[in-house]
């Protein structure tokens, strides 16, 4: 197995090993920035207010009222404004 993979990496270029590295690391950027798409954001709001609904802590429907606000000047659909009184 070992004279396997000393065989393999023998043929195996650095421009090889670079372009592979570059692929990889835009693959992860590529992700990264989908992590923030308006629809994992969606989720989440909602997912927090469920959990504001069962506390009813009002710092914490604040902070949501401040992410909602956030969420609808960037996405669609609009989100409906807590009432924190």
Do not use: A
């Amino acid at each position: 197995m070992y004279l396997q993979w000393k065989l393999t990496f023998q043929k195996t270029s650095l421009r090889n090993l670079i372009l592979v590295g570059i692929g990889i690391s835009i693959i992860g950027i590529s992700i990264g920035f989908t992590g923030n798409s308006c629809g994992i954001q969606h989720m989440i709001i909602l997912n927090e207010i469920t959990s504001y609904e069962k506390t009813l802590e009002p710092e914490f429907c604040e902070t949501i009222v401040e992410k909602i606000d956030l969420f609808n000047d960037d996405c669609e659909p609009q989100i409906e404004i807590l009432d924190c009184s």
